[in-house]
Antibody
């Protein structure tokens, strides 16, 4: 059974850097796009971007481009989301999810989420 | 970018009721529309993909329809375990935006 396991909760100060991870288990991690979705406290889902771990082709939401970096290491079936300088407004739950082209490009498998809290 | 507008934003219904949520895209997205369920404190769960295809294991009381810009999600007979927030998502062009969500409560 394919699973996505995310790294643990983080508490950071404004201006600090951070990299969170999403590790895939099971086969075919490099055959699917992996996406990142943000959910700010009490708010809805926001599509951030996707990466194809097979060749690291990446697409970003225009509203977030330049604010975050999505990357992957296919050798260890892991995708990453990173910030170089966090802001308080980055406080949110971050989910990774597998995008399945056989299912309308839907996110069919989700990680458990990583809560990022940015506070001075 | 394509904008997705869901309505209503919240809904209160009784067990056994038929519940309908609508999702409107700002431009034609063909049938590239997915629906998710999110319960409090949990990751979202895929219910329906490509407008009307039920994900494996999802109860048949859930259904979807529509095409182009107007889509509908229906629960034929509301059950207590259906209390959640529901989101539509387009997959026609990136960014693959979600709707703002519909919070469903039991009356």
């Amino acid at each position: 059974e394919v699973q996505l396991v995310q790294s643990g909760a983080e508490v950071k100060k404004p201006g600090e850097s951070l990299k969170i991870s999403c590790k895939g288990s099971g086969d075919s991690f490099t055959s699917y796009w992996i996406g990142w979705v943000r959910q700010m406290p009490g708010k809805g889902l926001e599509w951030m971007g996707i990466i194809y771990p097979g060749d690291s082709d990446t697409r970003y939401s225009p509203s977030l481009q330049g604010q975050v970096t999505i990357s992957a290491d296919k050798s260890i079936s892991t995708a990453y989301l990173q910030w170089s300088s966090l802001k308080a407004s980055d406080t949110a739950m971050y989910y990774c999810a597998r995008q399945n082209g056989d299912k309308g490009g839907a996110f069919d498998i989700w990680g458990q989420g990583t809560m990022v809290t940015v506070s001075s | 970018d394509i904008q997705m507008t869901q309505s209503p934003s919240s809904l209160s219904a009784s067990v056994g009721d038929r519940v309908t949520i609508t999702c409107q895209a700002s431009q034609d997205i063909s049938n590239y529309l997915n629906w998710y369920q999110q319960k409090p404190g949990k990751a979202p769960k895929l219910l329906i993909y490509d407008t009307s295809n039920l994900e494996t294991g999802v109860p048949s009381r859930f259904s979807g329809s529509g095409s182009g810009t107007d889509f509908t999600f229906t629960i034929s007979s509301l059950q207590p375990e259906d209390i959640a927030t529901y989101y539509c998502q387009q997959y026609n062009n990136p960014p693959y935006a979600f709707g703002q969500g519909t919070k469903l409560e039991i009356k």
